[in-house]
T-cell receptor, first 114, second 109 residues
Framework: DVKVTQSSRYLVKRTGEKVFLECVQD?????MFWYRQDPGLGLRLIYF???????EKGDIPEGYSVSREKKERFSLILESASTNQTSMYLC?????????????FGSGTQLSVL | GQNIDQPTEMTATEGAIVQINCTYQ??????LFWYQQHAGEAPTFLSY??LDGLEEKGRFSSFLSRSKGYSYLLLKELQMKDSASYLC??????????WGAGTKLIIKP
């Protein structure tokens, strides 16, 4: 069974802390994405990557950075967490075969910043 | 701007049929996805439409009208396990996904 695994299901951090969210996929996918999901809003793209060591800004990259040192791992970093970054974070991957490949999602990390 | 509209919540009865609508306004269009998301779980792919018409897949069907900027997801013979949120997403001219806020479907016995 194909899998996208996010390291933490729930995370509580304090304002100003540096936060790492890890995501690993076992499908040898080229493309990986980080979204945040907030009530009443559609998924919003934070960053994505089409290859190792490559990253592209999504719609809301401010306050975030990413790292993709290995093909299977895509990390989201909150350099200095703020309360408005309290959210559900979803990682996703897709193959690079075409433009409209379906996404495979992880179960999400619910981050609370106090 | 780019926008996806879908109802916030719908209620239906077990065994019945329900249609979840989605309208989109995007800069260009390259296809429309439907995903299912059970509470606390990952969204999972349901369907993809790029041409006009109805695509049937078991109890679930998805319809697209490109000229009207409209899609719907049709769920037949509803089961309690179909209680979930259904996410509509359209791809624009740059193949970027624009997501709706999701429709929470409540199934009653």
């Amino acid at each position: 069974d194909v899998k996208v695994t996010q390291s933490s299901r729930y995370l509580v951090k304090r304002t100003g802390e540096k936060v790492f969210l890890e995501c690993v996929q076992d499908m040898d996918h080229e493309n990986m994405f980080w979204y945040r999901q907030d009530p009443g809003l559609g998924l919003r793209l934070i960053y994505f990557s089409y290859d190792v060591k490559m990253k592209e800004k999504g719609d809301i990259p401010e306050g975030y950075s990413v790292s993709r040192e290995k093909k299977e791992r895509f990390s989201l970093i909150l350099e200095s967490a703020s309360t408005n970054q309290t959210s559900m974070y979803l990682c996703a991957s897709s193959s690079g075969q075409g433009h409209n490949e379906k996404l495979f999602f992880g179960s999400g990390t619910q981050l609370s910043v106090l | 701007g780019q926008n996806i509209d879908q109802p916030t919540e719908m209620t239906a009865t077990e065994g019945a049929i329900v249609q979840i609508n989605c309208t989109y306004q995007t800069s260009g269009f390259n296809g429309l996805f439907w995903y299912q998301q059970h509470a606390g779980e990952a969204p999972t792919f349901l369907s993809y439409n790029v041409l006009d018409g109805l695509e049937e897949k078991g109890r679930f069907s998805s319809f697209l009208s490109r000229s009207k900027g409209y899609s719907y997801l049709l769920l037949k013979e509803l089961q309690m396990k179909d209680s979930a949120s259904y996410l509509c997403a359209a791809t624009d001219s740059n193949y970027q996904l624009i997501w709706g806020a999701g429709t929470k479907l409540i199934i009653k016995p």
